[in-house]
């Protein structure tokens, strides 16, 4: 260790160790507690500048004696110097930690932006099959209540409203509305409504183009000729469904019909109907009653 005069003073020697901290010679241990910075005023850089000076010849005179000066380390600073090192490696090792857990994070990133967009895809696919299964249901649904057989009890217990709510749900679901039609004709046979639950049943059938079930509605319900409203409408249709289905004789029959029974009460577009159904069928023209012979006088 280097052996410095006793002449120096304490106070010298505290400004010679900052002169070597300067110069970078040893490494000064960080204090846990920080020292207030020193103000270097003219006054002090004086101070200091002799300090060195007086080092400079106390080192000079020990080279001069054969007693070299040795500056050795300090051992704390060697062991802090070593901690550093180990502090800068793992630090390292951490950095690289740390950009290796990036990497993953972006990967993961990416594989749950992937997985994000599967899930969408699955659950659009998903839904459409899900609304499928919900057509599918209800088109069997349907299809069970429109193929069971139909039912002959009232849902009111009065013709009346059976046939209005039948009309009803006839103009929005013709197929359910056909069958609630039938259930009036069976829940109340012989009866005005069921004659007019014929017939428009008879309409469902001319709109579907089944002629010949058509023909047997619009019968039904003009059995024994009655006088209601609907009548001479009906009978109309039966004449027109009665030429398609390439029963011309029958059509024009139903025509003389219309013009005996209804045509006194029918209105004017009835009437001219009549009269150009007859025209298209090319039906014979109905004879006029025979002339009676005037009566002979007697004697």
Same mark, same amino acid.
């Given at each position: 260790?280097i052996?410095l005069?006793?002449?120096?003073?304490r106070?010298?020697?505290?400004?010679?160790?900052g002169? +070597?901290m300067?110069a970078g010679t040893?490494?000064? +241990?960080?204090?846990?507690?920080?020292?207030? $910075?020193?103000?270097?005023?003219k006054?002090?850089?004086?101070?200091?500048?002799r300090?060195?000076?007086?080092?400079?010849r106390?080192?000079?005179?020990?080279?001069?004696?054969?007693?070299?000066?040795l500056?050795e380390?300090?051992p704390e600073?060697?062991?802090l110097?070593g901690r550093?090192?180990?502090?800068n490696?793992r630090?390292?090792?951490?950095?690289?930690t740390?950009?290796r857990?990036n990497?993953?994070?972006?990967?993961?990133?990416?594989? +749950?932006?992937?997985?994000?967009?599967?899930?969408?895809?699955? &659950?659009?696919?998903l839904?459409?099959?899900? &609304?499928?299964v919900r057509?599918?249901?209800t088109a069997?649904a349907?299809?069970a209540?429109?193929n069971?057989p139909?039912?002959?009890?009232?849902?009111?217990g009065? $013709?009346?409203?059976?046939?209005? @709510?039948?009309v009803?749900l006839a103009?929005?679901?013709?197929?359910?509305?056909?069958?609630?039609?039938?259930t009036?004709?069976l829940?109340? $046979?012989?009866?005005?409504?069921?004659?007019e639950?014929f017939?428009?049943? &008879?309409?469902?059938?001319v709109?579907?183009?089944?002629?010949?079930?058509?023909?047997?509605?619009y019968?039904?319900?003009?059995?024994?000729?009655?006088t209601?409203?609907? @009548?001479?409408a009906t009978?109309?249709e039966?004449?027109n469904?009665?030429?398609?289905?390439?029963?011309?004789?029958d059509?024009?029959?139903?025509l003389?019909?219309?013009?005996?029974?209804?045509?006194?009460?029918?209105?004017?577009?009835?009437?001219?109907?009549?009269?150009?159904l &007859?025209?298209?069928?090319?039906c014979?023209p @109905?004879?006029?009653? @025979?002339?009676?012979p005037?009566?002979?006088?007697?004697?």
């Amino acid at each position: 260790m280097i052996k410095l005069p006793t002449s120096l003073s304490r106070k010298t020697l505290i400004s010679v160790i900052g002169v +070597v901290m300067i110069a970078g010679t040893t490494t000064v +241990v960080a204090q846990t507690v920080p020292m207030e $910075p020193i103000q270097w005023d003219k006054r002090r850089l004086d101070q200091l500048d002799r300090n060195v000076r007086r080092l400079e010849r106390a080192v000079t005179q020990r080279n001069a004696a054969g007693q070299p000066v040795l500056v050795e380390p300090d051992p704390e600073v060697v062991a802090l110097q070593g901690r550093v090192d180990l502090m800068n490696r793992r630090l390292q090792d951490l950095e690289a930690t740390v950009l290796r857990v990036n990497g993953d994070i972006e990967r993961l990133t990416f594989a +749950v932006d992937e997985g994000k967009r599967d899930n969408a895809a699955l &659950g659009a696919r998903l839904r459409d099959a899900e &609304g499928r299964v919900r057509t599918m249901e209800t088109a069997a649904a349907r299809d069970a209540e429109l193929n069971s057989p139909i039912s002959s009890t009232s849902p009111t217990g009065d $013709p009346g409203r059976d046939l209005a @709510a039948a009309v009803r749900l006839a103009a929005t679901d013709p197929a359910l509305g056909d069958r609630a039609l039938q259930t009036v004709t069976l829940a109340w $046979p012989d009866t005005p409504q069921a004659r007019e639950a014929f017939s428009r049943i &008879g309409d469902l059938r001319v709109s579907d183009e089944d002629y010949d079930n058509a023909v047997r509605a619009y019968s039904s319900a003009l059995r024994g000729w009655p006088t209601a409203p609907w @009548a001479a409408a009906t009978t109309l249709e039966l004449a027109n469904a009665l030429n398609s289905a390439d029963r011309k004789t029958d059509a024009c029959g139903a025509l003389t019909e219309f013009g005996n029974r209804y045509a006194a009460t029918a209105t004017a577009a009835q009437r001219a109907r009549a009269t150009e159904l &007859g025209t298209r069928f090319t039906c014979a023209p @109905a004879r006029a009653p @025979a002339a009676r012979p005037p009566a002979r006088r007697p004697g």
